[in-house]
């Protein structure tokens, strides 16, 4: 069965102080691994998709990383805006239009 | 753009009543999702469709029923709502990758939903 595992499920930060999210995941022939950043009370927004084991993409403050069994999302020199909750989520070959999310890892920055 | 937009944003049923949620979209997208998310579950799906007219069973589609008459909207059907269909519910878009479109689900905003 396919699975995406967060981990962990909360993390506190102080601004400025470094951090990664894991996201494990058993997916049959994966076809991309999305991060997405959702706010309270509102819908997930995309930020990365990661398609094969050693790619890497930026933005801002975030880098999302691929291995063959994992993905992380490195926070670097985190603001208090960063706080969020981070979902990763896998596309299968089984199941072409089909997403698999992890619970997510609320991530909360103090100034 | 509007983007994905989804109404009502609240709604609170009583056990048995019915309701449907709407989602529409604007960026002629091909593919719509249902998902709900409680707490410690994550996103589950709950039906989906890669076209118009077209609709297909996600991962917990008991107890609801869809339909996409119009290729940008996609509509969610409660038929007698239970208090175990309390939750968020999240309607998504994306385009045909093979149009060259990015591999990107846009979601809307939500409808949160109780069921006493």
């Known amino acids: 069965e396919d699975q995406v595992t967060q981990s962990p499920e909360a993390l506190r930060l102080q601004e400025g102080e470094s951090s990664s999210l894991n996201c494990s995941y058993t997916v049959s022939g994966l076809r991309g691994l999305f991060w997405y950043r959702q706010d309270p009370g509102k819908g997930p927004e995309f930020l990365f998709t990661?398609?094969?084991a050693g790619e890497e993409k930026e933005k801002e403050r975030l880098k999302a990383t691929l291995t063959k069994k994992e993905s992380f999302l490195h926070i670097t020199a985190p603001k208090p805006e960063d706080s969020a909750t981070y979902l990763c989520?896998?596309?299968?070959?089984?199941?072409?239009?089909?997403?698999?999310f992890g619970t997510g890892t609320r991530l909360k920055v103090l100034a | 753009n509007a983007g994905v937009t989804q109404t009502p944003k609240f709604r609170v049923l009583k056990t048995g009543q019915s309701m449907t949620l709407l989602c529409a979209q604007d960026m002629n997208h091909e593919y719509m999702y249902w998902y709900r998310q409680d707490p410690g579950m994550g996103l589950r799906l709950i039906h989906y469709s890669v076209g118009e007219g077209t609709t297909a069973k996600g991962e917990v589609p008991d107890g609801y029923n869809v339909s996409r008459l119009k290729k940008q909207n996609f509509l969610l059907g409660l038929e007698s709502a239970a208090p175990s269909q309390t939750s968020v519910y999240f309607c998504?878009?994306?385009?045909?990758?093979?149009?060259?479109?990015?591999?990107?689900?846009?979601f809307g905003p939500g409808t949160r939903l109780t069921v006493l």
């Open positions: 998504a878009s994306r385009n045909d990758l093979t149009s060259g479109s990015p591999d990107t689900q846009y």
């Open positions: 989520a896998g596309r299968s070959e089984r199941g072409t239009y089909k997403y698999i």
């Open positions: 990661l398609y094969s």
